[in-house]
C-alpha cells in the first residue's frame, strides 16, 4: 500500500491548517456565540444588483456565450480597465495593463509568492500578521523576519536581503491597527535601500468609519517614482469585502513587466478566473459600489462602536484592545502572563464563544516575540450587537475568573 506521506513535497511540512478555517465549521452551531472569523456579513450583500446583472447577461446572447467560455488569463478586458480608471482616481495612475484578475487576493498573495520565493529566502512580515498570508507565503519555505512596530527601527542595513515586505496598511488583519502616512513613506525608503519588494494589501482599504483616508502605498510609491512602471510595490486588491466573496474577484496591480510573469504562473495554476463572474462584478460596481460600500461602513460601524463599549463595561484592569478606525477587527492583549491560546479553549467550552488566540497570526520562529500568547483576535462583521455584547460579557467574566487564579 502507497505511504502518501512518504511522497509529499518537503514545502508541504510548512503547511498547516488554518485555525480559523478549522473554527469556521462551528458556524452551523447556532449556541455558539461567533467572535472570532472575519466573514462579510451575508444580509449587505447586493442581491437584487447581482440579479439584476445575472438577467441582463442571460438576456443578451453575445454576453451570454462570452460569460460561459474561457476569460483572457490576465482577466476580463472591461473588468481590468475599471479597476484601473478606480485605482486612478484614487491616486494610483495606471493602465490595463498594471492590472491583472486573480481568484480573490488570496490567489494574488499565493502568486506573488511563487514569482519571489525560493526556498530559504527571506520574506519581511508584519507580526501578527493575516494567516492567509502567512499560509500563502510557507508553501515556498521562506525565513520570516519581523518589520518591527516602530518605524524608528527600519533600518536597511539590518534587513537588507529580504525578498519582500507584506503589509496591511488599513485596519489590519489581525490588529486593526493602520500605518499612518509617514511609516508608508519611511517602509518606501526602507524597500529603496535594501532593494526588497513591498507586497501591499489592500484588502480593507474600502472599510474606513473614522479619520481621514491614506494614500496606499502603491499610490504614494507612483508620486515618488513618477510612474508605476518604476515602483518596488505589488498592490492586492478584492471585492470580497464590499460585494460578495463567492465572486472570488481580486485583483493585483504593479509595474506591468511584473504583472506579465505573474499572467504566466496564473496560465499554469487555473488558466483564467470565471468570465461570468467578472461580468457579474463589473455590472454591480459600475453603478453600486458606492451604495454596498455605504451600507458596510454603516452596519459595521455600529458593530465595532458596540463591540469597543462592551470591551470596556466587561474586561478587568490589565487587558488592553486596538481602536479601528476601519476593517472588521479588534485586537485584544491579555495581562502578560494569561495564556491565549488557554482562554479560548475555556471561553468555548465553558462560555460557548469562539474566538481566534493570538498565536495563529505569528509565523513559524516567532515563538518568543511579545503578544504572541496573550494576545487574542475579535471580530465584529458577522454578529450583531446585542449578540456579540453578549459574548464580550461572557469573556469578560471568564477573564476576570484567570486574573484571579492568578493572583
Sequence with gaps: ?????????????????????????LLDAKQIIHLGGGLPDPAIFPYDALAAASQAIWADPVRARTALQ??????????????????????????????????????????IARLLLSPGDTAMVEIPSFIGALRAFDAYEPRYVSLPVDAAEWDAARFAGAKFCYVGPDFRNPTGTTMTRAEREKLLDLAEGTGMAVVEDGCYEALRYDGQAVPSLLALATERYGDIERVPVLHTGTFSKTIAPSLRIGWIAGPTAVIRKLVLIKQAADLATS?????????VVQTHLDNAVAAGCAAYRERRDSMLAALEEAMPAGVTWTRPEGGLYIWVELPEHMDATLFAQRALAEHSVSIIGGAAFFPAGAEKLPGRTNSLRLSFSMIGTEPAREGVRRLGLLAHEMVAEMA
Design 70 to 111: 474561457y476569460a483572457p488569463s490576465e482577466g476580463h478586458g472591461p473588468l481590468r480597465t475599471w479597476i484601473a480608471a478606480h485605482m486612478t482616481a484614487q491616486g494610483t495612475p495606471c493602465t490595463v495593463d498594471n492590472v491583472m484578475i486573480t481568484n480573490g487576493s488570496q490567489q494574488a498573495l499565493d502568486f
Design 275 to 283: 468570465a461570468l463572474n467578472q461580468m457579474l462584478l463589473l455590472d
Design 1 to 25: 500500500m502507497t505511504d502518501w506521506t512518504t511522497l509529499y513535497a518537503t514545502r508541504m511540512q510548512q503547511v498547516v491548517a488554518s485555525d480559523i478555517r478549522e473554527r469556521m465549521k
